[in-house]
C-alpha cells in the first residue's frame, strides 16, 4: 500500500480532501448533548395507589410484580421499596441481556395482572433505570403563568402545549408539573338525607348512570340494516344538578335539592413552586441521539408560534435551557482545541524549521480528526463533550507518527522509492507507538458500573482517531512529500548538554537504577500517606447542587409540610448566586427542595454556605425529618467522624412476620450491652422518616350482620366520610372525562373522633356509628418496606457510646453470638452499601488489562521479549511522575485521575518505545551484543524524536487544563497525562539508556 500511494500522490491527494470534507460535513451532523446516552442493565417498575399504606402496597403491589419480574429470562435480581402510596421496583439484568426484550417480556407479564390490581391503583411503568450520576438534565423547562387557576393552566398545557411541543423533532416527551386535574364533587348533607329517607348510596349511583351508552340492538328498513345505539350523557357539569333521586314514599328529588355539585381542583396537598413562586412547568426530554442544540431553537421557535393561541394574559418563560452551557462549553472547547493546534504547530515549526515538513504533520493529524468524525458519524457513535474533548486532547497524540514520519525522511533521499523505505522502516515503530495506547483503550469496553457509559465514547473516539492517524502517517505522509527539501535540524549545544547528562548516567548506571528505584518507591508512599482520593458521582459534567428532603409522620396535616418546606425555600430565594430553587412535594407527607448555582457561583464557597445555612434552619423545624445533602465537586464525599459509633445489621427472610420478631429480638439484646444507645428496627432507609401511623378499622362482623349492613356498604360508607380517591368515579362530560366523588360535607377535614361517629345508612333504617360497627383506632407502621430478591429486609441500627476500637470489638463479637434459622440471614451493613458503584473496581481492572496489553503489543511488534521487558520498566518512572504532578499540585486523586493514568499507560511508553526500537536496530547488527557505546547512539539519534513528541503532547494539553480545576474531568485526565508524560520523557532519555546498557544479552 505504501508503494502505490508513493506513485500515485494525485489519489493520496483527492481521497485526503475527500476525507476532510466528508470529516467537516459529518460533524456538522454529528448529535451533540451533554452526556452520553445510557442503556445500563437495570429496569425499574414504578406505580402508585393513592391513600395506601406502604404494606397494603406490598402486599398487593410489589409482591405480584416481583414474581412476574423474577419469571423473565436474563433477570437476575429484584430489589422493592413499598412507600405510602407508592412502589418502586428496581430489576437488575445478566449483563448480556437486551435490556428491550427483556423490558417487553416484563411488560406482557404486567399485563396478565391487570385486573387483579386494586382499584384506584395505575398500571406500572416499567422504565429503564440511570443513575443520577448519569441522567440528563430536562433539555428545557418552560414556566407557564397567568390570572387562572392551577386546573385551567393545567386544561392548557394539556390541550395546547403538550401536543404542539411533542410533535417537534428530537423531543421525546413533555411532562407537566404544578398542575392539577379538573374534577367535580358531590357534597351532601347526611343529616338532610336522613330525614327524607334517602341512601348516600343512592347519590352515587345516580351519578354513576347519568352517563349511558349501550348497544339496543338492529333496525331493518328495506334492505339496509342500521345499529340502534343508546346515548346519553350530561353536556355540562351543571346538569348533574336535575339528576332524579327517589326517596321515602316514592317521592322524586333533584341533586342539587340533596348536595351541592361544584367544580373541583383537588390538590390533594401537592405543590409546585419554583423559586418560591406557585407556577406549572412543563420539561422537555430530549430523544437520545437528537442533537440537544438544535432541538432546544426547535421548541423555542414552537413556543413563540403557539403563544397566539393562548389565552389572554398568559405568560411563558424558559427558566432552564441545558443547550446554552453545552453550547457555550462547544464554544469554548472549540476555540481550546484550535489553541492546542495552533499550539502544536508552532511547536513544530521552531523544532521543524520547515514550513514544509510541518504542513505534513498538520495535514496528517487534520485527516485523522476528520476520518474519526466521518467515522463517529457512519457508526452513530454518539457524541458528547467528553467525547469533542477526547479529540482535542488527542491532537498531541493524533500528530506523533505524522511526525516520527516527517523526521526519518530527513536523512532519506527524496525519492518515491526512498520515501517509502522509510515509511516501511517505520511501520513498527509507527504501529507498535499506536498499539501501545490503542490497546488500553480496549479494556474500556469491560469497565463496570457506572464508568462504562461515561468512558465508553471516549474510548472509542480515541480509538478511530489513532486508526486514522496511523494511515495518515503511513500513506498519506511519503505519498504528499516528493520535493519536500527537508534536512536535519541540528541543535548542537543543547545535544551537548544531553550528551554530557547521559554519559554520566551511562557511567555511573548503578547509582542512577538505585536512585530511580529510591525515588519510586518514594513517591509511592506519598501516593498512599500524602494524596487524598476520593470520586465523585458524576464524571466531569455533573454541577453543584443542595437538595433537601422533607418528611413527616403519617397523619399530619398537609399543611404543616408546606409551611416547613416554605421556611426553607426563604433560606436561599433571592441568594446571590443562586440559580434555580425548584420546591415540589412527593406525597401527602413528603417534600424535595433542590437549589442550584449559576456556573460563577459553583466555584466559590457559595454552595457549601447554602447548606450550612439550610441546616442551621432545618434544627428549628419541629416534627419533620429533614435531610440536607450537597452535590457536585464542590461537596466533599467523605463523612465526618464522632465520638460515638454507629452500626446497622440487616436481617433478611422470607417471611414479613418473622423478619419483624427476629430484628426485634436482636433489638432486645442490644439494649442490654450497657454502652448501646437508641437501638431502632428500621425497614433499610438511611434517611427520611421511617415510621408512619395509620387509621385502621377492623368491622366486627356481628354487628353488620345485626344491623343489616354488608361489607359493601360500610366500605363505601367509610370511603364517602374521609379524603381520597376511594369512591369516585370518571365521567365524559361535554366531551371531557373529569372524575366526580360524592362525599359527606367536610370529609377533607375529618378528625378521628368525627370520623367514629360518623353514620353508615343500615338496612333497619337506623343508622349506625362507624365506631359501633367496627373498631376504630390509629397505630404505628413502617412508612417503607424493603424486599431483596422477594426476601423482606429490617434493619437493626444502633449506637454505640464510646471508643470506635471498643465499639468495633463489642460489635464484631455481638455478630459471631448471632444464631440464624434456617432461610433466614443476620449481616453487618456499610453505609451507603446498596448505592455503591463499581467503576473504581472496574478501572483498576483496566489498568492491570492495558499493562498486559501494552507488553504484549510491544512483544508482538517487535518480535522481542526482552524488548517488551525495557518498556514495562519504563512504567513505574511514567507513573511516579503522575505521583509528583498531583503533589506538587496538591489535588486530590479521583477516578478521573485514574482514567489520566490508564492512558498514560499507553501514551507514557512511546518514547521508551523508540529508544527500544533504536536499540533494536543496533543490536541487530552487532550480532547480537549491546554495547553502552551503541546505547549512547541510539539515545542521542532518537533523542530529538523523542523530545518533539513529548513538546507536542504537552502543547495539545495545555490549553485545555489551563484555567480548570484538577477536580475536573479533562483537568484530571491533563495533569495526569502531563506528569506521566514528561517523567516518561526523562525515564526514555536519561534512566533507561542505563538499563539497556547494563542488562545486555545475547539474541
Keep these: 500500500m505504501i508503494r502505490a500511494a508513493v506513485t500515485r500522490p494525485a489519489v493520496v491527494w483527492a481521497a485526503s480532501v475527500a476525507i476532510c470534507l466528508g470529516g467537516a460535513v459529518s460533524f456538522t451532523r454529528l448529535a451533540l448533548a451533554t452526556r452520553t446516552t445510557v442503556e445500563l442493565p437495570r429496569l425499574q417498575i414504578s406505580s402508585s395507589w393513592q391513600g395506601a399504606s406502604a404494606e397494603l402496597v406490598e402486599?398487593?403491589?410489589?409482591s405480584p410484580v416481583e414474581a412476574a419480574a423474577q419469571g423473565v429470562r436474563g433477570v437476575r435480581r429484584t430489589n422493592s421499596e413499598s412507600r405510602d402510596g407508592t412502589s418502586r421496583i428496581t430489576v437488575e439484568l445478566d449483563p448480556k441481556a437486551n435490556v428491550q426484550m427483556t423490558r417487553l417480556a416484563i411488560l406482557e407479564r404486567l399485563e396478565l395482572l391487570r385486573g387483579d390490581f386494586p382499584l384506584g391503583a395505575t398500571q406500572p411503568y416499567v422504565g429503564n433505570l440511570v443513575p443520577e450520576a448519569l441522567q440528563e438534565p430536562p433539555l428545557l423547562r418552560v414556566l407557564l403563568n397567568g390570572p387562572y387557576t392551577p386546573g385551567a393552566l393545567q386544561r392548557i398545557a394539556d390541550e395546547v402545549l403538550n401536543p404542539r411541543l411533542s410533535a417537534v423533532n428530537g423531543v421525546s416527551a413533555v411532562s407537566v408539573q404544578g398542575g392539577t386535574e379538573f374534577g367535580a364533587s358531590v357534597s351532601y348533607d347526611p343529616l338532610l338525607l336522613r330525614q327524607v329517607g334517602i341512601d348516600p348510596q343512592a347519590l352515587s349511583t345516580a351519578v354513576r348512570e347519568s352517563r349511558v351508552v349501550a348497544a339496543l340492538g338492529t333496525e331493518r328498513l328495506g334492505a339496509s340494516r342500521r345499529e340502534v345505539v343508546l346515548r346519553d350523557q350530561p353536556d355540562a357539569l351543571e346538569e348533574l344538578n336535575d339528576l332524579p333521586i327517589r326517596g321515602r314514599g316514592g317521592r322524586v328529588f333533584r341533586l342539587g335539592d340533596l348536595a351541592?355539585?361544584?367544580?373541583?381542583?383537588d390538590t390533594q396537598g401537592r405543590f409546585f413552586r419554583v423559586n418560591g413562586n406557585t407556577a406549572l412547568?412543563?420539561?422537555?426530554t430530549r430523544e437520545a441521539g437528537a442533537d440537544a442544540i438544535k432541538t432546544a431553537k426547535a421548541v423555542r421557535a414552537a413556543m413563540r408560534e403557539v403563544t397566539a393561541e393562548l389565552p389572554p394574559g398568559i405568560t411563558w418563560k424558559v427558566t432552564a435551557d441545558e443547550s446554552v452551557e453545552l453550547e457555550r462549553q462547544l464554544n469554548d472547547l472549540m476555540l481550546r482545541g484550535a489553541i492546542a493546534f495552533a499550539a502544536v504547530a508552532l511547536v513544530l515549526a521552531i523544532a521543524l524549521r520547515n514550513w514544509r515538513a510541518v504542513a505534513l504533520v498538520m495535514g496528517s493529524a487534520a485527516v485523522a480528526i476528520a476520518g474519526t468524525a466521518l467515522g463517529l458519524f457512519l457508526l452513530e457513535i454518539p457524541a458528547n463533550m467528553l467525547t469533542l474533548a477526547g479529540l482535542g486532547m488527542g491532537i498531541g497524540v493524533l500528530v506523533q507518527n505524522g511526525l516520527v514520519v516527517v523526521e526519518r525522511l530527513r536523512s532519506a533521499p527524496d525519492t518515491p522509492e526512498g520515501r517509502a523505505q522509510v515509511a516501511a522502516r517505520m511501520v513498527p515503530a509507527v504501529v507498535g507507538t499506536t498499539l501501545t495506547t490503542a490497546v488500553v483503550l480496549f479494556p474500556f469496553l469491560y469497565l463496570q458500573g457506572n464508568a462504562r457509559a461515561a468512558f465508553f465514547p471516549f474510548a472509542a473516539a480515541f480509538t478511530l482517531g489513532l486508526f486514522w492517524s496511523v494511515l495518515s502517517a503511513l500513506v498519506m505522509v511519503p505519498a504528499l512529500a516528493a520535493g519536500h527539501g527537508l534536512k536535519e535540524t541540528h541543535w548542537p549545544r543543547a545535544q551537548r548538554i544531553y550528551g554530557w547528562m547521559l554519559k554520566k548516567t551511562l557511567r555511573w548506571r548503578y547509582v542512577t537504577i538505585v536512585l530511580s528505584l529510591a525515588t519510586v518507591s518514594g513517591l509511592g508512599w506519598v501516593f498512599?500517606?500524602?494524596?487524598?482520593?476520593?470520586?465523585?458521582?458524576?464524571?466531569?459534567?455533573q454541577r453543584n447542587s443542595v437538595s433537601v428532603s422533607i418528611s413527616f409522620p403519617r397523619g399530619s396535616d398537609p399543611a404543616s409540610l408546606d409551611a416547613a418546606m416554605r421556611e426553607m425555600e426563604a433560606v436561599v430565594v433571592g441568594r446571590p448566586g443562586i440559580e434555580e430553587v425548584i420546591a415540589q412535594n412527593s406525597g401527602q407527607f413528603g417534600a424535595g427542595m433542590r437549589v442550584s448555582f449559576t456556573p460563577d457561583a459553583e466555584a466559590t464557597a457559595i454552595p457549601l454556605e447554602v447548606q450550612?445555612?439550610?441546616?442551621?434552619?432545618?434544627?428549628?423545624?419541629?416534627?419533620?425529618?429533614?435531610f440536607v445533602a450537597g452535590q457536585g465537586p464542590a461537596f466533599s464525599s467523605g463523612g465526618g467522624g464522632g465520638s460515638s459509633a454507629n452500626f446497622r445489621i440487616r436481617v433478611l427472610g422470607y417471611s414479613y412476620a418473622a423478619v419483624a420478631e427476629l430484628a426485634e429480638d436482636i433489638r432486645s439484646r442490644l439494649e442490654r450491652i450497657t454502652r448501646v444507645r437508641n437501638a431502632v428496627v428500621t425497614s433499610g432507609s438511611f434517611f427520611g422518616s421511617d415510621r408512619a401511623f395509620a387509621v385502621t378499622l377492623d368491622p366486627d362482623r356481628d354487628a353488620l350482620a345485626r344491623y343489616g349492613v354488608t361489607a359493601a356498604t360500610f366500605t363505601g360508607a367509610v370511603a364517602r366520610e374521609v379524603r381520597?380517591?376511594?369512591?369516585?368515579?370518571?365521567?365524559?362530560?361535554?366531551?371531557e372525562e373529569i372524575p366526580v366523588s360524592v362525599k359527606t360535607q367536610g370529609a377533607r377535614e375529618r378528625s378521628l373522633d368525627q370520623l367514629r361517629d360518623a353514620l353508615v345508612p343500615t338496612a333497619t333504617g337506623t343508622p349506625a356509628r362507624i365506631a359501633d360497627l367496627s373498631d376504630v383506632d390509629e397505630r404505628e407502621q413502617l412508612a417503607t418496606v424493603t424486599r431483596e430478591d422477594q426476601r423482606y429486609l429490617r434493619v437493626v441500627a444502633y449506637e454505640f457510646r464510646g471508643p470506635n476500637r471498643l465499639a468495633q470489638r463489642t460489635h464484631d463479637a455481638f455478630m459471631k453470638s448471632i444464631s440464624v434459622p434456617p432461610g433466614f440471614t443476620v449481616e453487618d451493613q456499610q453505609f451507603f452499601q446498596n448505592n455503591q458503584d463499581t467503576s473504581q473496581k472496574g478501572l483498576w481492572l483496566v489498568f492491570a488489562?492495558?499493562?498486559?496489553?501494552?507488553?504484549l503489543a510491544v512483544a508482538m511488534v517487535f518480535d522481542s521479549a526482552w524488548g517488551a521487558a525495557m518498556v514495562f520498566l519504563s512504567l513505574p518512572i511514567a507513573l511516579g511522575g503522575v505521583v509528583a504532578a498531583f503533589w506538587a499540585a496538591d489535588a486530590a486523586f479521583t477516578r478521573e485521575a485514574a482514567v489520566g493514568v490508564i492512558l498514560v499507560v499507553g501514551l507514557a511508553v512511546n518514547q521508551s518505545i523508540l529508544l527500544v526500537d533504536a536499540a533494536l536496530e543496533r543490536?541487530?547488527?552487532?550480532?547480537?551484543?549491546?554495547?553502552?557505546?551503541q546505547v549512547y547512539q541510539a539515545a542521542l539519534d532518537r533523542s530529538g524524536m523523542i523530545v518533539m513528541v513529548t513538546l507536542t503532547t504537552i502543547a495539545s494539553l495545555v490549553p485545555l487544563a489551563v484555567g480548570t480545576s484538577a477536580t475536573t474531568l479533562f483537568g484530571a485526565i491533563a495533569l495526569a497525562t502531563a506528569g506521566g508524560t514528561v517523567a516518561g520523557t526523562l525515564g526514555a532519555m536519561l534512566i533507561l539508556p542505563a538499563l539497556l546498557a547494563r542488562l545486555r544479552r545475547r539474541a
Design 281 to 284: 412547568a412543563l420539561t422537555v
Design 724 to 735: 381520597g380517591p376511594v369512591g369516585g368515579q370518571r365521567l365524559e362530560i361535554g366531551g
Design 59 to 62: 402486599m398487593y403491589i410489589s
Design 528 to 541: 498512599v500517606k500524602k494524596i487524598p482520593r476520593f470520586s465523585f458521582s458524576g464524571f466531569g459534567v
Design 923 to 933: 543490536r541487530g547488527k552487532s550480532g547480537g551484543r549491546l554495547r553502552a557505546a
Design 612 to 626: 450550612e445555612a439550610l441546616t442551621a434552619r432545618a434544627v428549628y423545624v419541629g416534627g419533620a425529618s429533614i
Design 260 to 265: 351541592e355539585v361544584r367544580p373541583e381542583e
Design 849 to 855: 488489562i492495558g499493562v498486559t496489553l501494552v507488553i
